[in-house]
């Protein structure tokens, strides 16, 4: 059989044994690299190369594809093989339309060349005479009518016109592969994903604590206020706060009340992570990135694709973490570590830290450009000494949640036991006030937890002296509604003979915050 009838068929011969290595990988990086080195050994090409577009980029405007600074998609080189296997140089980003891969590309004409010296769309003549190339070629990669990208060779000898009917047989054999190779990467890419988030899902309720936001004092409803406004939004939120305030509690509360709510909220530790880990936790790795990478990982950022990322303790990344996280802040997109391809990434960002991060800044200690990126809508959390009205409420939840977790007839605490609790400072916040109780509900013997249960706190509440003077020549107005509802306190006892019950009755309050005020007060 002639070598023009073996092109045309693709049957005997280099063409078909390469057709049958290419059916045969789903591997994209696998299908790569073939489809390079059988252009060097059977065209005898000095250089061959592949540039593709990301999927669902197309050949439209950057509203579609914000790829780079030229506002239209980019092609990437992702294979290289001959006299470079680089493909991190000067071409690895070349815009559709822009020198001769990126017009082939726009316009799906196929290109060759036997002038590269007097050829206009060779940009680098130096690098042509250095390595003594005489002829280029290159052909789009279409399948079904959509532009993959480029297919393109050079060679030291002109190309006959055999060799250039072998390359269209070769660039149409290698669009089918590509595109195979690309919907099994996706169809895997969704079962790892699903594997994932099956996974994470299970951890996340062996690990859940059955109680969400409880209270309603004024602190509390202003910060849900600012819940509400923002949830709806794709803007990034940052929590601060107190360790222990319950930040990953309100940071649930932003997804849940968002259009996300159906998809994922991915939650990361960021001062849990080793700094030799941070990218292959947040982006991901392929198998064999690195010793130990046994098989490929998908990233909390993939995982959280279309839904939320909880990023909770962000001050606590090292800067080196902090300047790859701002780059996917910018860009949408995350490279596995290995990896060939950027990754489009759909992804709310909420944040939390314990930290005062402009005090960071100023410090250099976190970056000013990653602050000013997550610092769209920021939300304090106030600690649990500023909204004691919601401890009663907490208390009761807890305690309830508590008994069930240990398995004990716990029906609440005693008002003498309230009082106590309503009146310590909790230098710990919302978790302290979690941990004592369930502690309180093991060491309790009968069904109400009492002051005897709680013997940390002893010494730790110190009610304001009976009778003591005001402190200011002017008071703030904090001080004028303590007193207003010192004297309305008061005054509903008096009502009531000095039943506390007929007394919160009357006050339309819980008996338990009335006996906290009037503690407090010394009434």
Not at 209 to 238: C, K, Q
Not at 392 to 407: D, H, N, R, T, W
Request: with cysteine.
């Amino acid at each position: 059989m002639s070598e023009r009838s073996d092109v045309a068929t693709g049957g005997d011969g280099a063409l078909g044994r390469i057709s049958l290595q290419l059916a045969s990988s789903l591997d994209l990086d696998e299908v790569l690299g073939e489809i390079t080195r059988a252009l060097i050994e059977d065209l005898d090409a000095a250089l061959a190369r592949i540039w593709l577009l990301r999927p669902g980029d197309s050949c439209a405007t950057c509203a579609q594809a914000k790829a780079c600074a030229t506002h239209v998609p980019c092609l990437h080189l992702v294979a290289s093989a001959g006299v470079s296997e680089r493909t991190d140089g000067a071409y690895r980003r070349v815009p559709v339309g822009a020198l001769k891969i990126g017009v082939i590309a726009s316009t799906r004409e196929p290109i060759c060349t036997t002038d590269l010296a007097g050829d206009a769309r060779i940009a680098d003549k130096a690098w042509v005479r250095e390595h003594g190339l005489g002829a280029f070629a290159g052909y789009p990669l279409v399948f079904r009518g959509e532009v993959l990208g480029v297919l393109a060779i050079f060679a030291r000898e002109k190309l006959s016109a055999e060799k250039f009917d072998r390359l269209a047989i070769f660039a149409a054999h290698s669009a089918v592969a590509i595109k195979n190779a690309r919907l099994f990467d996706d169809v895997q890419r969704l079962s790892r994903r699903l594997e994932a988030e099956n996974a994470y899902l299970k951890e996340e309720l062996r690990g859940a604590v059955p109680a969400g936001i409880v209270g309603d004092s004024p602190a509390l409803r202003r910060v849900l206020a600012e819940l509400d406004r923002v949830a709806p939004t794709s803007s990034t939120v940052l929590l601060s706060g107190e360790t222990g305030t319950g930040k990953e509690l309100f940071a649930r509360a932003v997804h849940e009340r968002s259009p996300r709510r159906d998809r994922a909220l991915v939650k990361v530790n960021c001062a849990a992570i080793s700094p030799s880990l941070v990218e292959s936790e947040l982006f991901g790795h392929e198998r064999g990135a690195f010793t130990g990478a046994l098989q490929r990982r998908i990233g909390r950022f993939e995982l959280a694709d279309g839904g939320t990322l909880f990023l909770d303790e962000i001050g606590e990344l090292s800067l080196e973490a902090q300047a790859k996280l701002l780059r996917v802040l910018q860009e949408h997109e995350v490279e596995r570590l290995g990896g060939t391809l950027p990754i489009r990434v759909d992804v709310r960002i909420v944040c939390a830290t314990n930290r005062d991060l402009s005090a960071d800044v100023r410090a250099l200690r976190f970056r000013a450009d990653l602050f000013y990126r997550i610092n769209v809508f920021p939300i304090e959390i106030p600690p649990l000494r500023q909204r004691r009205e919601d401890i009663p409420l907490l208390v009761e939840a807890f305690a309830k949640s508590s008994a069930q977790k240990i398995g004990r007839a716990i029906r609440g605490v005693d008002d003498e036991a309230m009082a106590m609790l309503a009146l310590y400072d909790w230098p710990g916040n919302v978790r302290e006030l979690y941990n004592v109780l369930e502690r309180a509900a093991i060491l309790a013997e009968g069904p109400l937890i009492g002051v005897h249960d709680l013997p940390e706190l002893r010494g730790g509440v110190e009610p304001p002296p009976e009778g003591s003077p005001p402190p200011a020549d002017v008071a703030s107005l904090r001080e004028h509604v303590e007193a207003y509802e010192r004297t309305l306190i008061a005054d509903a006892l008096k009502q009531a003979g000095q039943n506390q019950s007929e007394a919160a009755r009357l006050l339309r309050t819980s008996r338990a915050t009335l006996l906290y005020k009037i503690k407090a007060y010394g009434l």
